[in-house]
């Protein structure tokens, strides 16, 4: 089965999506890989949506030119598009904030809003399995308990991340066959953030141990979701 079969049979059995065909979705694209294979796949399986972008004024000229890109994106795939300018450094220092928290507040505030004054029935993120590994050893590395190692959840009201039953090799492997363009944010390479840092440098050791590291952790946030599901039915 195709990745973006795969997509669409997750989306109803991991994310509760009744009849994707007959929904319509808001997609959060930032221009990087991930999120171009994302707008891709929706276009691929046929799918109702539109595209929104944030430009949160952090990276001067490459910011616009994101923002260029993905209405460039839209256009091509030939559904809505949507952008918002944010001062998210004004908004942090205001809020006593980090820059990654206003940025997130931001996003999702906006997000929401254009849900109910758009008509979109869904929020999708391009959050993939390996985002989920690193959150889960993030949340490890400050300690946790059971709820904090399930990585990142599949659905969270209408906010919904069918990507997460690939890893970031798979979704690559999608964009380099497909010969996609995207854009590559220079703060990735960054290793003062801690996502970064583990995705550059904890990562990359695992897999020598593990080459499968993908398929292995997911089965291991799949066991604990059945085990914190069991203790609540317990409980």
């Given at each position: 089965m195709n990745l973006a079969q795969r997509m669409?049979?997750?989306?109803?059995?991991?994310?509760g999506v009744d009849h994707p065909?007959?929904?319509?979705?808001?997609?959060?694209?930032?221009?990087?890989?991930?999120?171009?294979?994302?707008?891709?796949?929706?276009?691929?399986?046929?799918?109702?949506?539109?595209?929104c972008h944030c430009n949160f004024q952090l990276r001067g000229k490459a910011a616009e030119e994101d923002a260029q890109f993905v209405k460039a994106l839209a256009a091509q795939l030939n559904c809505s598009f949507h952008l918002a300018v944010f001062d998210t450094q004004k908004v942090a220092k205001e809020d006593s904030v980090s820059i990654q928290m206003a940025a997130r507040r931001l996003r999702y505030e906006w997000f929401e809003s254009l849900q109910n004054t758009e008509g979109y029935d869904y929020i999708v993120t391009a959050h993939h399995l390996t985002d989920a590994i690193e959150t889960q050893l993030h949340h490890l590395a400050r300690g946790t308990g059971l709820k904090g190692l399930l990585g990142i959840p599949s659905s969270n009201g209408r906010v919904i991340r069918p990507l997460l039953l690939a890893g970031s090799a798979e979704?690559?492997?999608?964009?380099?066959?497909?010969?996609?363009?995207?854009?590559?944010?220079?703060?990735?390479?960054?290793?003062?953030?801690?996502?970064?840092?583990?995705?550059?440098?904890?990562l990359p050791p695992f897999r020598e141990l593990n080459p499968r590291l993908e398929v292995t952790f997911g089965e291991n946030m799949q066991r604990l979701k059945e085990s914190a599901w069991l203790m609540d039915q317990m409980l």
């Amino acid at each position: 089965m195709n990745l973006a079969q795969r997509m669409l049979d997750g989306m109803v059995t991991a994310c509760g999506v009744d009849h994707p065909k007959q929904q319509r979705f808001l997609l959060g694209v930032s221009g990087g890989r991930d999120s171009v294979v994302m707008a891709h796949l929706f276009a691929e399986q046929e799918l109702s949506f539109g595209i929104c972008h944030c430009n949160f004024q952090l990276r001067g000229k490459a910011a616009e030119e994101d923002a260029q890109f993905v209405k460039a994106l839209a256009a091509q795939l030939n559904c809505s598009f949507h952008l918002a300018v944010f001062d998210t450094q004004k908004v942090a220092k205001e809020d006593s904030v980090s820059i990654q928290m206003a940025a997130r507040r931001l996003r999702y505030e906006w997000f929401e809003s254009l849900q109910n004054t758009e008509g979109y029935d869904y929020i999708v993120t391009a959050h993939h399995l390996t985002d989920a590994i690193e959150t889960q050893l993030h949340h490890l590395a400050r300690g946790t308990g059971l709820k904090g190692l399930l990585g990142i959840p599949s659905s969270n009201g209408r906010v919904i991340r069918p990507l997460l039953l690939a890893g970031s090799a798979e979704l690559a492997g999608y964009q380099d066959v497909h010969g996609l363009a995207f854009r590559e944010d220079s703060s990735n390479a960054e290793t003062k953030y801690t996502r970064n840092f583990i995705r550059h440098h904890i990562l990359p050791p695992f897999r020598e141990l593990n080459p499968r590291l993908e398929v292995t952790f997911g089965e291991n946030m799949q066991r604990l979701k059945e085990s914190a599901w069991l203790m609540d039915q317990m409980l």
